[in-house]
């Protein structure tokens, strides 16, 4: 069955829920409806026997069915949320000549929950706390209480219903009478978010912290080097889906990237939390769904880095923020070598052969390249957990996170089932062309697979393995196998592949080797230590031939191939695995059969 997350996740694709608004993109429109929502709906939320769950869908349906105020100066953002909340509480006299006022409150959220909470609190002030007055008299921290959503809520959700009705407090006092006791008394919680670091080179870094040991790490030895950081937590798809039920493993991530901040000096750092969901389902999850039904093997990774962390995101800057922020920086394990301001940008494999991640950077251009720092990547892993502790890092003991960018907890073959399902098909012997097994979806086989394949095959062929993937033909809907992958027939398969979309670095490809036609060069097939030999043979300047000097484990059509210079850590560009390997196999797969067809029936004709 699948889970109430990934459920969720599915009806807004569908369009049966609204997806989530980045508020780099906010709809031009009122938060407030014309007419406000039935008391009897708020009393509903009144009811002390209530569910959890009950709660929970009722915030959504609040959420849906207020719209998003324009983003303005005036309006304040909420700190300590873990979504991006945005609101201005004015108040106005009701008629001309009228001497009594109400309170209007707008605002603006990245997440569903975090508008039903907005939306909630506005209904309640209206029936029950018209006047200034009544608002200021407010306890911010039984808010929730007052609500009966408490149980229903995380503890940073809580936090966050807590904070908004103190902004709005603020605000009031603010425009009134009061306001220089305000600014005075103003609570730490939103002092927390303001900057006011001296810099030693004048040099403003956006810094992308996650809440990891890696970019805390990045964080500290960009103060100790000067720099004036602001940091960055992005929100990516699929997490607000998940924080919605209550269970957020984000949350966590903005907690501590909260304590990181606020210890590294008084003021402390300040923290801003970006919404990309939007741009994550249009950039990567969109293209990763459209690859893996046509049975390629995407890396969402690579596209992360290119599309959204270091694409939109730094757009956002260069548009919105533009001329706030020299360098971005985060706590990737690779190098970057500079000649010159002006001249090309090298990036150099990190020292740390594991945890080396230039492999999921080489889609990167010259462009985004000069706006990158990497902090740690001229460390070993050991090495900055040595700096953690020696900076006592509030997350210093935390161990390393796991799994594709957008997907945090959720495993990715539950991932395809959600949105790509089932269809069943055959897996074929590619040498016999017997039907050995039943697959649930090309989607969920990898060409040098073994593992898993197994629960697939028939029990009588089992025996006969070990079983590798060794092909697929999607449009057919047969995953093909064998048991004689390290035989001598394979060879030519696991080790010459045609090579797509390639991407140069530099911008242009390197000079061939010794004046030849072919570049020799050391490859990445996958992320992880292992380097390979090979030579590249341009068609063009994004289209080639390799052939490997040892043959690979799974040469697999949508992969990435990443290219090196020849006994050196610069990293070239990589491309990706053409279809074309595929079809010289299967072609020669049924040639094969005819063969063994044709001689069969000569045998039966001589007897």
Request: glycine residues 6%; negative net charge.
């Given at each position: 069955?699948l ?6 996740s ?11 608004e ?7 429109v ?15 939320f009144?009811q002390?026997?209530e569910s959890?769950?009950?709660i929970?869908?009722r915030?959504?349906?609040y959420?849906?069915a207020?719209?998003q105020a324009?983003i303005t ?10 979504s ?5 509480a ?10 009594k006022?109400t ?10 929950v ?5 939306s909630l609190?506005?209904?309640y ?9 009544e608002?200021?008299?407010?306890d911010?921290k039984?808010?929730?209480d007052?609500?009966n ?8 959700r809580n936090d ?9 407090q603020?605000?009031?006092?603010w425009?009134?009478e009061?306001?220089?006791?305000a ?20 040099k ?8 990891g040991v890696?970019?805390?790490?990045a964080?500290?030895?960009?103060l ?9 937590y992005?929100k990516i798809?699929?997490?607000?889906e ?7 493993p ?14 590294q000096?008084?003021p402390a750092?300040?923290?801003e939390?970006?919404s990309?969901?939007e741009?994550y389902?249009e ?12 049975g390629?093997?995407p890396?969402?990774?690579i596209l ?6 270091f694409g939109?995101f ?5 548009s ?5 922020f020299d360098?971005?920086?985060s706590g990737?394990?690779?190098q970057?070598?500079?000649s010159?301001?002006?001249?090309p ?6 020292p ?8 999921f950077l080489?889609?990167?251009q ?7 720092l990497?902090?740690i ?11 953690a502790d020696?900076?006592?890092?509030p997350?210093r ?17 539950d991932?395809?089932?959600s949105?790509?399902g089932?269809?069943?098909g055959d897996?074929?012997?590619a ?6 097994g ?13 593992k ?7 029990p ?6 070990p079983?590798y993937?060794?092909?697929k ?5 047969i995953?093909f196998?064998?048991?004689?992958y ?5 060879t ?15 911008g242009h ?8 036609k072919?570049?020799q ?5 996958r ?10 043979e ?6 080639g ?8 484990g799974?040469?697999?059509p ?7 210079d020849?006994g ?9 695995i053409?279809?074309?390997h595929w079809a010289?196999?299967l ?7 005819l ?5 069969t ?7």
């Open positions: 069955m889970s109430c997350a990934v459920l969720f599915i009806l807004i694709i569908c369009g049966l829920l609204p997806t989530i980045s508020f780099l993109l906010p709809n031009k009122s938060l407030r409806p014309e007419q406000p929502l039935p008391r009897s709906l708020l009393l509903a009144q002390d026997d959890t769950e009950a929970q869908r915030l959504v349906e959420g849906m207020w719209k324009t100066p005036e309006m304040t953002k909420v700190p300590g949320c873990v991006t909340v945005y609101i201005l004015k108040e106005e006299e009701e008629e001309e000549e009228s001497n006022k309170i209007h409150i707008t605002g603006n959220s990245d997440a569903i975090s508008r039903g909470l907005l609190l506005n209904e002030l209206v029936h029950n706390a018209s006047s200034k007055e608002i200021l008299a407010l911010p039984t808010i929730a007052q609500l959503v408490r149980k229903a809520l995380t503890t940073g966050g219903l807590s904070n908004m009705l103190q902004v709005i603020q605000q009031l006092r425009r009134g009061e306001e220089e006791e600014i005075r008394n103003n609570d730490e919680t939103t002092t927390a978010f303001k900057s006011s670091i001296s810099s030693k080179n004048n403003r870094v956006a810094l992308l912290l996650s809440g890696d970019s805390s790490v964080l500290r030895l960009l100790n080097d000067g720099y004036d950081v602001t940091a960055f992005l798809w699929l997490e607000d998940l924080a919605h039920l209550g269970e957020c984000w949350e966590d991530d903005v907690h501590i990237c909260e304590q990181v901040c606020q210890q000096q008084q750092v300040p923290l939390i970006i990309l969901q741009q389902h950039r990567v999850m969109q293209h990763t769904l459209q690859e893996a039904s046509q390629r093997t890396n969402p990774d992360c880095n290119s599309r959204v962390k939109c730094l757009e956002y800057l260069d919105d923020r533009k001329g706030e360098f971005i920086a990737h394990y690779a970057l070598q500079r010159s301001e002006e001249g940008v090298r990036l150099v494999r990190a740390d052969p594991i945890k080396d991640q230039s492999y080489c889609a990167l010259q462009h985004q390249l000069k706006k990158l990497f902090p990547g001229h460390l070993e892993k050991y090495q900055v957990r040595e700096l020696e900076f006592q890092l997350n003991n935390r161990p390393d996170s796991q799994g594709l960018c957008f997907l945090g907890k959720v495993k990715f073959s991932f395809l089932n949105h790509l089932v269809k069943q897996i074929v012997d040498f016999t062309g017997d039907i050995i039943q697959h649930q979806g090309v989607w969920y086989h990898t060409v040098g697979q073994r898993g394949i197994g629960n697939s095959l028939f009588v062929v089992t025996s006969r393995g079983w993937v060794v092909a033909d999607t449009k057919k809907n995953v196998a064998s048991n004689q390290d035989e001598e027939v394979f030519k398969a696991r080790s010459e592949f045609h090579v797509e979309n390639i991407q140069w670095i530099a490809p390197p000079a061939p080797s010794f004046d030849s072919y570049h060069l050391d490859m990445k097939i992320h992880g230590p292992r380097l390979v030999t090979g030579n590249l341009l068609r063009s300047d994004d289209d031939i390799i052939q490997l000097v040892e043959k690979d799974g040469l697999a949508g992969q990435y191939v990443v290219f090196y020849s050196d850590a610069n990293c070239l560009g990589g491309g990706i053409s279809e074309r010289k196999f072609l020669d797969a049924e040639e094969r059969q063969v063994e067809e044709s001689t029936t000569s045998k039966l004709a001589s007897s």
